[in-house]
């Protein structure tokens, strides 16, 4: 008796439950499944990236049969090839297109003005480095052209001009004139002249073909006040009294607003913004380095709707003020990564307290070196129910019991960074109380030899004394997983939702642990980096247990080598990210392997793997058909850089 063949409808329904990689794997089962896939609810907000080539035309006429889509575009040029792309797009995708992306393209003006106008649904446009389209001033300039344009991007929500170095008001009010009902609109890194120049020593005018104005850019916002909601002014020279200017545009209301990077801000130009902008829902002040606690006061008590702040790199802000920052309702994302001063014991006092407080879903506290266990663990009971993201990387001297907290308070974490968290041990993913090491007591007339302090150097004749971190891990018996077995919930394989784990330099693991809880059916992104007790049975046995793997990297495990790609190489079909240099271990018979078994390859490391020749390099490019970018530094004494 034949299976019935489901209807479409209901193969539809079971694809709703699966991750997106996984619908991708299922739709290849049959044609009936791959229609399931195309159904409209999994095809919101799909953008397809590809380069400029001959290939890509074949690829653009299949995209024609898709209601909506969007594209990044690689590698455009003056060339043939590149024309026939643009005419392409334009021919079968037309109004059907929703976002534009032409990356570090070097496009001619006639190619785009013959493409934008027929981009009538186009929704985001993404010119950033476009610096050939700009460079002569001339973009835009004839009046039948900018007609045709503003029909087309009458619709238009988003316009990033970021990183143009020959951004001028001229162009700037021809192409802006095109789209009048921006919602965002990005200049990062533009060179933007704040009302006096100070390289000429006078007021620039407002329509200067050399440079955009800040006079300028006020009278856009002045004229889509009523529309704009984000601006990005990150690398910009924006000073004080400019960005008091900016927010306190009649009618402007900002829901995002990034000033990454704009080390001229003052805290009393944070007070500024704070108090004329209160509906700011995300607010990026990474890499302003005047900062201090009193801006991050002035956050906290003028931007009660703030849901996504970044104090990144912003080395002047302490404890102080953390405690009432953490009480803002609605905020659920909170980068202080590279804070050196802060330890987390306000953010802890905050947390703590009884009226509505901060739900967060992702914390960063990369490098955060005054970070300790304690503040981790009450962090880990506080934040329970919410965390998504939690970023502890460089956090020194957290240990075993901060990765216990996280493994029984956390279960719903998806991303988890520990990187060169060196006291991390096989005990703390395996969640076991590392029983006590028998050390006799030194007898009393046993000679210590000389006693100096760290500071007296090493002269020929003595020893340094032994740093913690270079002790040899306990290994971990086989009562000891006997152990682990039996217990349930406190080691690393509680966090069953993982996506992404980062263990790189973490040396003091071994394969006694990595092989027993790094076993999450959706996890992503896996380093294993610079762990030297590692072999072959952890890469296995993580291939074996972690199917969705898409990025791994095992650069300097020097136990890495042919046997262990061999036996994890088949388990690994949708891998497309894989770093393995300096495994002194790996040879050419390694990439035969990842030639037959890992087909969706994009990026390759294997840097001084000084068993690989170019030879098998060049054989393997040949082969995988997504091979795009192959780090090959020092193979075989060469020093390579291949990118297709």
């Not at 993913?429 to 302090?453: A, M, Q, Y």
């Not at 990025?551 to 790609?565: F, K, M, N």
Request: charged share 20%.
């Amino acid at each position: 008796m034949e299976t019935p063949e489901l209807p479409v409808e209901i193969i539809t329904y079971i694809l709703s439950f699966l991750h997106a990689s996984d619908r991708k794997e299922a739709s290849l089962v049959c044609r009936k499944w791959y229609d399931a896939s195309q159904d409209f609810q999994f095809q919101k907000d799909v953008t397809f990236k590809f380069p400029a080539s001959i290939s890509s035309l074949e690829v653009i006429r299949g995209l024609g049969s898709r209601s909506r889509c969007g594209l990044v575009i690689s590698h455009l040029d003056g060339s043939s090839v590149s024309k026939a792309v643009l005419v392409e797009v334009g021919l079968h995708l037309g109004p059907r297109l929703e976002s534009l992306a032409l990356p570090g393209c070097s496009i001619t003006e006639s190619s785009l003005l013959g493409l934008l106008p027929q981009l009538t649904g186009l929704r985001k446009l993404d010119l950033r480095g476009l610096d050939s389209l700009f460079m002569s001033g001339a973009f835009l300039s004839r009046e039948e052209h900018r007609q045709q344009v503003r029909w087309a991007l009458e619709g238009l929500e988003e316009l990033n001009l970021s990183d143009l170095r020959y951004l001028s008001d001229l162009t700037f009010n021809r192409l802006t004139g095109c789209t009048p009902r921006l919602q965002r609109l990005a200049v990062a890194g533009c060179h933007i002249a704040f009302e006096f120049d100070p390289y000429r020593g006078r007021p620039v005018g407002p329509d200067s073909s050399a440079l955009l104005s800040l006079r300028n850019l006020r009278r856009l916002l002045q004229d889509q006040a009523a529309t704009i909601r984000a601006l990005d002014l990150s690398r910009t020279s924006i000073t004080p009294e400019s960005l008091r200017t900016v927010v306190q545009v009649p009618g402007l209301t900002l829901h995002e607003l990034r000033l990454q990077g704009c080390k001229e801000l003052s805290d009393q130009a944070v007070e500024v913004l704070c108090r004329h902008q209160p509906s700011l829902r995300c607010l990026d002040l990474s890499g302003c380095t005047e900062l201090t606690n009193r801006s991050v006061g002035a956050v906290a008590s003028g931007l009660a709707k703030l849901q996504v702040l970044s104090l990144s790199r912003d080395w002047r802000v302490t404890e102080n003020g953390l405690a009432e920052l953490a009480k803002l309702p609605h905020l659920k994302s909170l980068d202080l990564s590279e804070c050196l001063h802060v330890s987390g014991a306000e953010i802890v006092k905050g947390l703590s307290s009884p009226q509505p407080r901060a739900q967060l879903e992702s914390l960063s506290l990369r490098s955060c070196c005054y970070i300790r266990n304690v503040a981790i663990f009450s962090m880990a009971q506080l934040l329970g129910s919410s965390l998504r993201v939690l970023d502890l990387t460089s956090c020194v001297y957290l240990t075993d019991l901060s990765v216990r907290a996280i493994a029984t308070y956390l279960p719903g974490l998806l991303v988890l960074r520990l990187g060169w968290c060196k006291e991390v041990t096989d005990w703390g993913l395996l969640g076991i109380v590392e029983p006590t090491k028998d050390c006799e007591p030194r007898t009393e007339t046993e000679d210590k030899g000389p006693s100096f302090t760290r500071t007296f150097g090493n002269m020929g004749f003595f020893q340094p004394p032994q740093m913690p971190f270079q002790d040899k891990p306990r290994t971990v018996t086989d009562e000891d997983l006997s152990q682990f077995q039996e217990q349930e919930g406190s080691s690393v394989l509680a966090l069953r939702g993982l996506r992404e784990l980062d263990l790189t330099a973490c040396a003091k693991l071994t394969d006694g642990s990595l092989t027993q809880v790094i076993r999450f059916p959706d996890l992503q992104r896996l380093s294993l980096s610079m762990l030297p007790e590692i072999s072959d049975e952890s890469l296995a046995s993580v291939a074996q247990h972690c199917c969705s793997l898409t990025s791994l990297a095992l650069s300097r495990c020097p136990q890495i080598s042919d046997q262990g790609v061999a036996r994890a190489a088949p388990h690994m079909q949708r891998l497309q990210h894989l770093y393995l240099a300096g495994c002194d271990g790996v040879t050419d018979r390694s990439l035969s392997i990842l030639a037959q078994h890992c087909r969706r390859l994009r990026t390759l490391d294997i840097s001084m793997c000084k068993d690989i020749t170019i030879k098998k390099v060049d054989l393997l490019q040949s082969q995988l058909p997504f091979l795009e970018n192959v780090q090959c530094h020092f193979v075989s004494g060469a020093d390579l850089t291949l990118t297709l």
